[in-house]
């Protein structure tokens, strides 16, 4: 495989403190199996940090930003069993990232890290 982009973001989990308060916000950025999930865990914050700082690192690496057909709450960031993140497209979104790439076989990885206040996310793309 052809790496087609790399990106990378970096958030200070306070800047969503107050945001993921606001069911509003969550529904606009976040689909509902991450709502559910970071809802669960004992450090929502950094859980939705995390996922955020994802989001950010896909649009940098697909090379659009998130304004481009992009839709936050259709990149959802999962775990696997074992733990490993990954990011699962949806929708509008799937559909512009296929176009964008010219294909439909492509690769998505994904690392994400957390320390103290900062959420730190990791994203290449292979087709």
């Known amino acids: 495989m052809k790496l087609f982009g790399i990106g990378t973001d970096i958030i200070k989990t306070s800047r969503l403190k107050k945001s993921i308060t606001n069911k509003f916000f969550l529904r606009r950025l976040f689909h509902e199996k991450e709502i559910s999930r970071c809802k669960n865990l004992k450090n929502k914050l950094n859980c939705f940090a995390k996922r955020y700082a994802a989001k950010e690192a896909f649009a940098k690496a697909l090379g659009t930003g998130i304004a481009k057909g992009l839709s936050f709450n259709e990149i959802i960031i999962q775990n696997e069993k074992n733990g490993k993140p990954f990011i699962k497209l949806i929708d509008g979104t799937k559909k ?9 076989n492509y690769l998505i990885s994904l690392s994400l890290t957390d320390e103290d206040n900062y959420a730190v996310a990791f994203v290449t793309i292979s087709k």
């Open 96 to 104: 512009n990232v296929e176009k964008r790439i010219r294909s439909k």
